[in-house]
C-alpha cells in the first residue's frame, strides 16, 4: 500500500531558481516527515525534517512546508543549485513504532 | 558525525552461497535498520533492531536472515538467495527516545548486491 505518494517522477528547474517538491500522503498517524536527498550507488543522505506540530521547518536553502489538513507536505529548494541534482524521497514516520515509509521518489534536475 | 559503514560494496553470489553483509554505526543508536531497494523504487523496510532486540520483520523470507550482536553492529546474513534478490541493501540507524519513539534515521552507503 503506498502510504506517501510522490506523483511527480522528475522535475527540471534553472539554476537560481525555486525547486518544488510535493509529497502526499494517507495515513494520518504519520508524526514525523523527513526528505532524504540520494545519489546514485548512495545511501540516502538526511536533508530535513518537520514534526506534525508544525507546519513549517527552514534550513538555509531548504525549506519544508506541512499542511496536515491536507495530508501535503513540500520542500522548497531556493535557490536552486546543479549540486541538488539527484532523487528527492519523502518520507513520513510513526515514532511509536518504529516504522518509516518512502514515496517514490522524485528526480530534480538543477540546469546552468 | 552521522556515519553507517557498510560492507562489502560491492557483492556478486551465486544461490547457492552463503555470504553476510556488515553494517556499523558508533553514533551510540539504539535501533537499527535493514531496507531493500531496487531500481528506480523507494527503500522497503525489512527489519529493525531495537536495543539489539528484532521489533520489525517486514514478512521477510527467510532466506534473509538478520543478526544484531551488539549495540553497534548489524548483520544480515544471506543464503540460497534467487536473482530476484539482486538490489542495494541499505542499512540505517536512529535514536530511539523516550517512550520508544525513534528519530531520524541515517543510512549508510549500502551494498549492492547481485545474485546470479
Known amino acids: 500500500d503506498q502510504q506517501v505518494k510522490q506523483n511527480s517522477p522528475s522535475l527540471s528547474v534553472q539554476e537560481g531558481r525555486i525547486s518544488i517538491l510535493n509529497c502526499d500522503y494517507t495515513n494520518s498517524m504519520f508524526d514525523y516527515f523527513l526528505w532524504y536527498k540520494k545519489y546514485p550507488a548512495e545511501g540516502p543522505t538526511f536533508l530535513i525534517s518537520?514534526?506534525?506540530?508544525?507546519d513549517k521547518n527552514e534550513d538555509g536553502r531548504f525549506t519544508v512546508f506541512l499542511n496536515k489538513s491536507a495530508k501535503h507536505l513540500s520542500l522548497h529548494i531556493v535557490p536552486s543549485q546543479p549540486g541538488d541534482s539527484a532523487v528527492y524521497f519523502c518520507?513520513?514516520?510513526?515514532?511509536?513504532?518504529?516504522?518509516?515509509?518512502f514515496g517514490a521518489g522524485t528526480r530534480l534536475t538543477v540546469k546552468p | 558525525d552521522t556515519e553507517v559503514t557498510q560492507t562489502p560494496k560491492h557483492l556478486v553470489m551465486g544461490m547457492t552461497n552463503k555470504k553476510s553483509l556488515k553494517c556499523e554505526q558508533h553514533m551510540g543508536h539504539r535501533a537499527m535498520y535493514w531496507y531493500k531497494q531496487k531500481a528506480k523504487k523507494p527503500p522497503e523496510l525489512m527489519f529493525v533492531?531495537?536495543?539489539?532486540?528484532?521489533?520489525i520483520n517486514e514478512s521477510v523470507p527467510s532466506r534473509f536472515s538478520p543478526e544484531c550482536p551488539n549495540s553497534s553492529l548489524l548483520n544480515l546474513h544471506l543464503h540460497a538467495l534467487q536473482p530476484e534478490d539482486s538490489a542495494l541493501y541499505l542499512c540505517?540507524?536512529?535514536?530511539?527516545?523516550?517512550?520508544?519513539?525513534?528519530?531520524?534515521?541515517?543510512f549508510g552507503p549500502g551494498t549492492r548486491l547481485t545474485v546470479l
Open positions: 518520507a513520513a514516520h510513526r515514532g511509536n513504532n518504529n516504522d518509516m515509509r
Open positions: 540505517a540507524s536512529s535514536r530511539v527516545l523516550a517512550g520508544g519513539i525513534t528519530d531520524t534515521q541515517y
Open positions: 533492531y531495537s536495543y539489539e532486540k528484532l521489533s
Open positions: 518537520i514534526s506534525s506540530i508544525k
